[in-house]
């Protein structure tokens, strides 16, 4: 079964708009989400982290939100450039319950310059 | 530094062979895990290294696969009797030190594996 879950596979934005890639988790022992960008021929890069304790974390123009009680996450680029065409995978974990990541299947994002 | 690296890039096998697909993880990086990415599907966990020893190989879907990691640097993932359903991409992270889930893990651009 799927505990980590990214309902959809692609998303297209115009260049300098704002990107909003969504997640949604099954498991309420997950208390660390994680988001992987992924370019073709590549392994997965880590993007932004968050932990349980908070519901927001920024760096520069990637912000992850987490709102526990939807069991949901969610990535925001603002603004959005052709570069950041890629997968995004958002990936969570239960810290006291090993270090295996739990992957959602991805988002292709397209940035139409 | 040097990044993970994984060799060889894409392996073509028959179905019943047997494969070896190798990993070297950053320098100094004691935790090294081991994933599979499917088509369409998230990579999905195997195996977990703390050192040379495997700290939770919980995700090894059967005991065709088992993996090594005799001297806590290079690890060889190895798959016996190889299935066409085994097809995916095998992608290898190593971490600092893997003692918490916090610990980023870096991947490697991973091994496409096809089962003929």
């Known amino acids: 079964d799927q505990q980590v879950k990214q309902n959809s596979p692609s998303l297209s934005v115009q260049e300098g708009r704002i990107s909003i890639l969504n997640c949604d988790y099954t498991?309420?022992?997950?208390?660390?989400f994680l988001w992987y960008k992924k370019y073709p021929a590549e392994g997965p890069t880590f993007l932004i982290s968050?932990?349980?304790?908070?519901d927001k974390n920024e760096d520069g123009r990637f912000t992850v939100f987490l709102n526990k009680s939807a069991k949901h996450l969610s990535l925001h680029i603002v603004p959005s450039q052709p570069g950041d065409s890629a997968v995004y995978f958002c990936?969570?974990?239960?810290?006291?319950?090993?270090?295996?990541?739990?992957f959602g299947t991805g988002t292709s994002l397209t940035v139409i310059p | 530094g040097a990044g993970v690296s994984q060799t060889p890039s894409n392996k073509v096998t028959e179905k019943g062979k047997y494969v070896e697909l190798r990993c070297d993880p950053i320098?100094?990086?004691?935790?090294l895990y081991w994933y599979r990415q499917s088509l369409g599907q998230g990579p999905e966990f195997l195996i977990y290294?703390?050192?040379?020893?495997?700290?939770?190989d919980s995700g090894l879907p059967n005991d065709r696969f088992f993996a090594v990691r005799p001297e806590g640097s290079v690890s060889t993932l190895k798959i016996q009797r190889t299935e066409r359903g085994d097809s995916a991409v095998y992608l290898c992270?190593?971490?600092?030190?893997?003692?918490?889930?916090?610990?980023?893990?870096?991947f490697g651009p991973g091994t496409r594996l096809t089962v003929l």
């Open positions: 968050i932990s349980s304790i908070k």
């Open positions: 290294f703390q050192g040379t020893g495997a700290a939770d």
């Open positions: 498991n309420s022992m997950f208390d660390y």
């Open positions: 320098s100094g990086h004691t935790a």
């Open positions: 990936a969570a974990s239960a810290t006291f319950a090993g270090n295996q990541f739990y």
């Open positions: 992270a190593s971490s600092l030190t893997g003692l918490t889930s916090t610990d980023t893990q870096y």
